[in-house]
């Protein structure tokens, strides 16, 4: 019930293009999705985060779709660029309660 | 800013060494945790302290200890390395509550030989 699952386990996107990475959880009292992006021989970094009392936030060319009903929530990355390969985790805690379940990552590669 | 370091970028010790890595954290956070990174395994929790001298389990404790003497320090400490504890070992900090955002260090990568 603690799962997060992500998916697709790599992606690869020309420039320009749309990036999305999607997440699924069972647990319905996760109420703290954090995005992570993670470049090789670098720790992860927090990207964006979103609660369940929205739907959607948007940071620059990042944005997270969050969907209660369905339990998924997903990252979209606009315009996306060679700069932006990455791997990406989404996580989801409660709040209080428990530490963060990290989904297994995504590897992004943004073709030039 | 957040800040998370961690005392060593590479380590390489043999097979029944004691390994101690160290984490410190200036942002008087509350909780810290420390993580092995595998390839397809993504982060795996190994321990977590939500307050000085206090320690958790996580989901792959066995073959190491922990130790929280200071706020501000967490060290992951390999009783006797072995060659299965190679890894990618990330500590990280967060303000109370837990499940909020966690701040990673830059990782040390051990090779256990």
């Known amino acids: 019930q603690q799962q997060v699952k992500q998916s697709p386990q790599s992606l690869i996107v020309q420039k320009g293009g749309i990036s999305i990475i999607n997440c699924a959880y069972e647990n319905t009292a996760f109420d703290y999705f954090p995005w992570y992006q993670q470049f090789p021989g670098k720790g992860p970094a927090l990207l964006i985060a979103i609660r369940p009392d929205v739907s959607e936030k948007k940071e620059g060319r990042f944005t997270i779709s969050f969907n209660k009903s369905a339990k998924q929530f997903s990252l979209h990355i606009m315009d996306s660029q060679p700069g932006d390969s990455a791997t990406y985790f989404c996580a989801a805690g409660v709040s209080g309660y428990s530490t963060l379940t990290f989904g297994k990552g995504t590897m992004l590669l943004v073709s030039p | 800013d957040v800040k998370v370091t961690q005392s060593s970028r590479y380590l390489v010790k043999r097979t029944g060494e004691k390994v101690f890595l160290e984490c410190v954290q200036d942002?008087?956070?509350?909780?810290m945790f420390w993580y092995r990174q595998d390839p397809g395994l993504g982060l795996r929790l190994i321990y977590f302290?939500?307050?000085?001298?206090?320690?958790e389990k996580g989901d792959i404790p066995e073959g190491y200890s922990v130790s929280r003497e200071k706020k501000e320090r967490f060290s992951l400490i390999l009783e006797s390395a072995s060659t299965n504890q190679t890894s990618m070992y990330l500590c990280?900090?967060?303000?109370?509550?837990?499940?909020?955002?966690?701040?990673f260090g830059p990782g040390t990568r051990l090779l256990v030989l």
């Open positions: 942002m008087d956070h509350e909780n």
């Open positions: 302290s939500y307050d000085v001298k206090m320690k």
């Open positions: 990280a900090s967060s303000g109370a509550p837990l499940g909020e955002a966690q701040y």
